[in-house]
C-alpha cells in the first residue's frame, strides 16, 4: 500500500486510537503508559501499543479494522514498532496467532516479568493465551 504510513502516534492525538478501537467494537483500549504506533492512509487503519517494562516492552492492543485485514497491515505496522526495540518485547495471544508471531521472530516465553505474570494469569482464567517474546 504506497500511501500507508507507519507512525508513532503524538500523545495529544492519542484519543483517535481509542475511537478507531470503538468504531469496530474492539474492547481494546490504549494504554496511556505505552507508545502508541498506527498505520494510516487518511484514517487509521490498524494499532497498537508498546508499553515500557522490565527491560522490556509489552505489544498490546494490535487491532487491523476488519476491512483491511489479509493485506500484511499488521506485520508492516509490528516491524516498523519493533525497529528501535533493542530489548525484549513480550506479548500474549491466542495459539492460533503463533505462527504469524514466529515468522516476525517471537518465541515462546516460559519466564516472564513478575508483573506479565501475573496478568497472564489473570487472563488465563478466561482466555486461551500464550506467552511469546523477541
Not at 502516534?9 to 490504549?30: G, N, Q, T
Not at 490498524?46 to 506485520?75: D, E, I, K, M, N
Not at 528501535?84 to 492460533?96: K, M, N, S
Not at 505462527?99 to 482464567?125: D, I, K, N, W
Request: with cysteine.
Amino acid at each position: 500500500m504506497p500511501d500507508l504510513h507507519c507512525h508513532a502516534l503524538p500523545a495529544p492525538l492519542l484519543p483517535l486510537v481509542d475511537e478507531f478501537y470503538r468504531a469496530h467494537r474492539s474492547p481494546m483500549r490504549i494504554d496511556r503508559q505505552a507508545q502508541v504506533w498506527v498505520a494510516q492512509h487518511t484514517a487509521i487503519v490498524a494499532a497498537l501499543c508498546l508499553r515500557p517494562l522490565a527491560h522490556g516492552y509489552w505489544l498490546s492492543g494490535l487491532f487491523v479494522a476488519p476491512s483491511q485485514r489479509g493485506q500484511g497491515l499488521a506485520r508492516q505496522l509490528l516491524e516498523q514498532a519493533l525497529v528501535q526495540a533493542r530489548e525484549p518485547v513480550w506479548l500474549f495471544c491466542h495459539p492460533d496467532l503463533h505462527s504469524f508471531y514466529a515468522s516476525l521472530g517471537f518465541m515462546p516465553c516460559t519466564s516472564l516479568p513478575t508483573v506479565l505474570a501475573e496478568r497472564l494469569s489473570r487472563y488465563q482464567r478466561k482466555k486461551n493465551l500464550i506467552a511469546l517474546y523477541r
